[in-house]
């Protein structure tokens, strides 16, 4: 049970804490019933939640919804969206101006990963690409070569932090891409980053950390140069859900993380991170 501003996610079964997990995942994306949370505290582990990221609309709309608009009237041969919480910023906006059911028939939909495809069933959306098994930019950039876009154009729904790889390969195989900044991504609250630097310093320091997206890196980077340099050097065992998070942990820190999920997805990710813990 979550304890009051806390965060904290006690073993589902055992009275003996086996091990603690730090989640670096935003709170609108966690829940206490999803599968990570099911499988890590089902073995005994208890979850401590610090988001390294937030989410919002941009100041102003007039570029998404002018896109939306012309994606209901057929502009696009195929909408690629980066991340589930892309696809909750699409719903939203699309449902709000009417235009989702016109824009579900007249387009069709890519995802970077398994959990945006996920997502995007939650709405009853299909994709019509193959999904990248490790997930990933790079990975859907070579999976869409296969396809014939050359000449067609494509909406690239993203964060403001979103990776051009995807935009380059597709201008590589002649395709029209049409990158929008579908919502913002902001780092964590002071009270959020002086909690992290608090438990790095305490005998309670997790025994993972794990990381569900390039930016949560480097947030969690930026914060603990900024208020404690000295931790990045002592850091607990590193989770990552990908090899687009993966690699963005190389490039901040210098090092391979000790624990990568073997697919991009939360039951990968917490089954490798019990393997790690032998548990």
């Excluded at 990221?53 to 502009?75: C, H, I, K, Q, Y």
Aim: with cysteine.
């Amino acid at each position: 049970m979550a304890c009051a501003r806390s965060y904290w996610y006690e073993p589902s079964s055992r009275s003996l804490i086996v091990a603690k997990v730090l989640l670096t995942r935003p709170r609108k994306r966690s829940s206490s019933e999803d599968t990570l949370h099911q499988i890590l505290r089902d073995a005994g582990i208890a979850i401590l939640e610090l988001p390294m990221l937030r989410f919002d609309w941009p100041a102003d709309l007039t570029v998404v919804d002018r896109s939306l608009e012309r994606a209901a009237a057929g502009a696009f041969e195929a909408i690629v969206l980066s991340s589930p919480t892309a696809v909750n910023f699409f719903e939203e906006r699309a449902q709000e101006h009417g235009l989702l059911a016109r824009i579900c028939a007249s387009t069709r939909f890519g995802a970077v990963g398994r959990a945006t495809a996920n997502e995007l069933a939650v709405f009853g959306i299909g994709v019509d690409f193959p999904i990248p098994s490790h997930g990933g930019s790079l990975e859907l950039a070579s999976v869409l070569s296969h396809d014939n876009l050359a000449g067609k154009h494509i909406l690239l729904l993203q964060s403001q932090l979103g990776l051009e790889t995807l935009t380059h390969s597709l201008r590589e195989i002649g395709a029209i891409p049409e990158r929008v900044t579908l919502y913002v991504t902001e780092g964590p609250t002071l009270e959020d980053a002086a909690r992290l630097v608090n438990l790095l310093e305490s005998k309670a320091r997790p025994d993972a950390i794990a990381f569900f997206s390039p930016s949560a890196v480097h947030n969690f980077v930026r914060t603990l140069a900024e208020m404690a340099s000295g931790l990045i050097r002592e850091l607990p065992p590193l989770a990552a859900i990908g090899e687009t998070t993966a690699k963005a942990i190389e490039e901040t820190l210098h090092k391979r993380p000790e624990i990568v999920a073997r697919k991009a997805d939360q039951t990968s990710l917490a089954q490798d991170i019990l393997h790690y813990l032998e548990l």
